[in-house]
Structure formats: C-alpha cells, structure tokens
C-alpha cells in the first residue's frame, strides 16, 4: 500500500509539472501616457514571439508557438490613441499557436522589449514622420530593447532622417551626417540589428557608411583618387 501511494504521488507530480509547461497567454493591457502608449502582453512563462510588419496596413504581427489563449481574451478587440486595432487569435492553419495582430496609427514608431514574462510593445508618435495624407507615413520596428536586436523597416515615401536618427540611437552609435539626404525613401528590409540596417539604408541611398575612430559617418561615395599635379620650377616663373 505504501509503494502504491508513493507511485500514485509520483505520477500526480508528473501530470502537474506537464500541465505547468504550457505556454498560456494570460492577458493584454494598454497603458497610455503623455508621450507614448504600451501594449504588455502578459504569459506564464517567458516567451519571445516571432515580429513581422505588414506595411501596407501596418500590422504588427507577433507569432506565438506552441502557445494558448487565455479564454478571457478569446474574440476580444483593443484599440487606443495610438492603436487602431488589436486582437488575439488562434491561427486556424497552426491551431497550436497563438498570434497578436496590432495595427499601429498612422505616424508612429513602435519598439518590442521583454520584461520577465511579459512582451511590450511601446508604440510614440513621431511628428516628424507625419505626412499629408495622401502619403504613407513610414515605420520602423525593433523587436528588442539590445542594439544588437533584429530590425524591420518599412517605409513608403517617408522622410529618411528621423529614421536613421532613431536607428543610430538604437544601435549607440555616434553619427555624423552629410549636408543633404534623400528626403523621402520607399524601401522595405529586415536586417540582424539596428547598425546593419543603416549600412543596407546607406548603401540603398547610394552613400558610404564607414566608421572613424568613434564616429560612424554616411557620406558620398568617392568616385576616384583625387589626382596629384607637380610642376617645375620654370612652370612656375
């Protein structure tokens, strides 16, 4: 009897420790303040998704795997300031995971961070990259907090300094710019971290991004040596 019970113990631990391992998304709250709005998707455990960003409806999409759907958040819709829309659901093709689609306003920039076993999206606006209507504002995403993080950009006619600004903040780099930059640029890329994503922007734009000491600078690409001229002492009377 006594064997019984330890094994009956044993197998009750088990069955607990398994029912414990699985991935449960627990709950979204929006927090809004004066600059900014915060998205804190809560889990039992820490789980880092998979970002990607549709442009052209400025989806932010945050894949979940092997991860399930607190049944409080089932066929409920979030929206904010700075959110149009936001929902969780169960991907009919994967039913074994869960994905989180944010559509993000118009003229804003969002970064993705993990704190314990919470995913934060931070989504603030940026004037700068507010245009007429009739054109699309950018968007630049990185899906973590480490300037060594992944980054996507998507931008659509959309001004190009305060996107390499923010990216060269990101990275921790001091940057020097030319005189003149493009002043609008359409270009969608993913590059391994926010430095690499300014070489790929650089070299789209056709300038140079090279590193001086300290300093990194994006300038014009030198087309040819610069020629040296001797003339002799007659030449010269």
């Not at 998205?39 to 795997?65: E, H, T, W, Y």
């Not at 929206?79 to 869960?98: E, H, K, N």
Request: charged residues 20%.
């Amino acid at each position: 009897m006594f064997y019984f019970i330890v094994l009956l113990s044993a197998l009750s631990w088990r069955l607990a420790s398994a029912g414990s391992s699985v991935q449960i998304l627990e709950n979204v709250r929006i927090e809004e303040r004066d600059a900014d709005t915060e998205i804190v998707i809560s889990l039992n455990a820490a789980k880092r998704p998979a970002a990607s960003f549709v442009g052209a409806n400025r989806c932010l999409i945050l894949d979940f795997s092997q991860t399930k759907i607190g049944q409080s958040l089932v066929k409920k819709a979030y929206a904010s300031r700075d959110l149009c829309l936001g929902y969780i659901v169960a991907p009919s093709q994967r039913p074994d995971d869960v994905r989180a689609c944010l559509y993000i306003r118009p003229g804003c920039l969002a970064t993705l961070r993990y704190q314990n076993s919470d995913v934060i999206v931070r989504i603030s606006e940026k004037t700068a990259l507010v245009v007429p209507n009739l054109i699309e504002p950018g968007f630049l995403l990185s899906p973590a907090e480490e300037k060594y993080a992944p980054t996507v950009i998507s931008l659509h006619a959309a001004p190009l300094l305060p996107v390499i600004e923010e990216l060269a903040k990101l990275a921790g780099i001091e940057l020097e710019l030319p005189g003149s930059l493009p002043s609008k640029i359409s270009v969608e890329l993913q590059a391994a971290s926010p430095l690499d994503a300014l070489k790929e922007l650089s070299k789209i734009c056709g300038l140079e991004f090279v590193r001086r000491g300290p300093v990194w600078f994006i300038e014009s690409h030198v087309s040819e040596k610069p020629r040296i001229y001797a003339y002799s002492g007659d030449l010269l009377q």
